[in-house]
């Protein structure tokens, strides 16, 4: 198929255009910053623009990675963000209708499920997080114009027959989080496999699955992240002796993080569950705890990307 991929110099791009690539689809990448995949400069919330690329490309499918993220929110202001998550999907679902497209593929994210009193971590025991969840009340720009552009799909499919699916990713950028400096990223990032996370590649890996299996799926919103070891059945003593329960599971965790100097979590605050995909289109994600675990017990490379310098291409020039 001749794919749009948005987003495709931004750290998901840089990964997905090649798979799409090696899957034997033609791929004409659209960003606002020029990349090695990167065919078209140029945003999302330009119609005009996204008109011509349909039309001088022949797209027949979207993949639609592109956006504004929580980081951004310090860079640009709330109507950039309506301009780019909302407006932009907007523009290319309509590009897709006109165009008799029978595939839509959305990146949104795990973020937009996060209250503010999640977030703070209020509540007695863990939040088991799924596609069910809600009611959502995103605490910021970011999540409410995200959230935004799933209601579009979902419209897009009930109004127009356009198959859509919605993948809420969980975290897999390289840098530091913004938040938290607790821990070394490294560290931080280990711990995330139990609960809140999935490598690049694995999300890679989804969006190019979920572009097969989208005609089935019909319309489909997916939680994407490792598939946790934990269950319902875990949320009250997660919250308050997370290490007896990751002892259970992994007996060996405690002494193999001593001897890289890193800290099992203390208390574990929310929980994903990703088998929603994989029990409705065979999605699961390749690299989970026990990877991060045999890697340091068999002294190899960490199998996830790290890097504290990283910054996204459109900062490096200049654009949003």
Not at 87 to 104: C, K, M, P, V, Y
Not at 107 to 134: K, N, V
């Amino acid at each position: 198929m001749r794919v749009l991929l948005t987003g495709s110099s931004g750290w998901l791009g840089r990964f997905l255009a090649p798979m799409l690539r090696e899957a034997g689809h033609v791929v004409t990448g659209l960003d606002v910053a020029p990349s090695a995949d990167t065919d078209v400069v140029g945003s999302v919330a330009d119609r005009a623009l996204v008109d011509r690329v349909f039309g001088d490309h022949g797209i027949e499918a979207v993949i639609h990675g592109g956006a504004l993220h929580k980081p951004d929110i310090v860079r640009y202001p709330a109507q950039a963000f309506i301009d780019v998550n909302a407006s932009g999907t907007q523009n290319l679902l309509e590009a897709a209708r006109i165009a008799g497209h029978d595939r839509f593929v959305f990146t949104s994210t795990t973020s937009l499920m996060i209250t503010q009193a999640i977030r703070d971590e209020r509540a007695a025991e863990a939040i088991w997080l799924d596609e069910t969840s809600g009611p959502l009340a995103p605490r910021n720009i970011y999540g409410v114009t995200k959230l935004a552009a799933e209601h579009l799909c979902r419209l897009a499919h009930l109004e127009h027959g356009l198959s859509c699916a919605v993948l809420r990713t969980a975290r897999f950028f390289p840098e530091e989080d913004d938040t938290h400096r607790d821990l070394s990223g490294e560290n931080m990032k280990a711990n995330e496999f139990l609960n809140r996370r999935l490598t690049v590649e694995d999300a890679a890996r989804a969006h190019l699955l979920a572009l097969e299996k989208a005609p089935a799926i019909g319309f489909g919103t997916y939680v994407l992240s490792a598939p946790t070891p934990f269950s319902r059945a875990d949320c009250a003593e997660l919250k308050a002796d997370a290490p007896a329960v990751i002892a259970r599971h992994f007996p060996d965790a405690e002494a193999l993080y001593a001897r890289r100097g890193w800290k099992l979590p203390r208390s574990i605050g929310r929980v994903y569950d990703a088998s929603l995909a994989e029990r409705e289109w065979g999605f699961r994600c390749e690299t989970d705890f026990a990877a991060i675990l045999a890697a340091l017990h068999e002294g190899r490379d960490l199998p996830f990307a790290h890097d504290a310098d990283y910054v996204s291409p459109k900062e490096r020039i200049g654009v949003a």
